[in-house]
């Protein structure tokens, strides 16, 4: 699901995200679909499979779930532990 509007500026992107999905440069493709505008570009790259795109989490971040599928991200360094008596 995604936005059919710029929360910023009210300008209609919602057709704009299937095309931008073609692009394997963001800038390019934001260039040749005439989105312009910083507050329209936010928007399109702040889906979640964008963001991870482009900044990919860490490679000692270790990621596991709760028993309720939760995602619980932490660091995984060193050998420190804490008690929570």
Same mark, same amino acid.
């Given at each position: +699901?995604?936005?059919?509007?710029? #929360? %910023? ?10 095309? #931008? $999905? %073609? ?6 493709? #934001?260039? $040749? ?7 329209? &570009?936010? +928007? ?8 991870? $795109?482009?900044?990919? &989490?860490?490679?000692n971040r270790k990621r596991d779930?709760? $028993? ?6 932490a660091f995984c360094e060193g050998? &420190?532990?804490v008690s929570c008596d």
């Open positions: +699901m995604h936005d059919v509007r710029c #929360f %910023s500026c009210n300008k209609a992107i919602g057709h704009l995200y299937a095309p #931008f $999905e %073609s692009y394997s440069d963001p800038k390019k493709g #934001f260039d $040749e679909l005439g989105i312009v505008r910083v507050c329209c &570009r936010r +928007m399109i790259l702040s889906r979640s499979h964008h963001v991870d $795109e482009i900044a990919p &989490r860490h490679s779930l709760d $028993e309720n599928g939760t995602s619980l991200d050998s &420190r532990t």
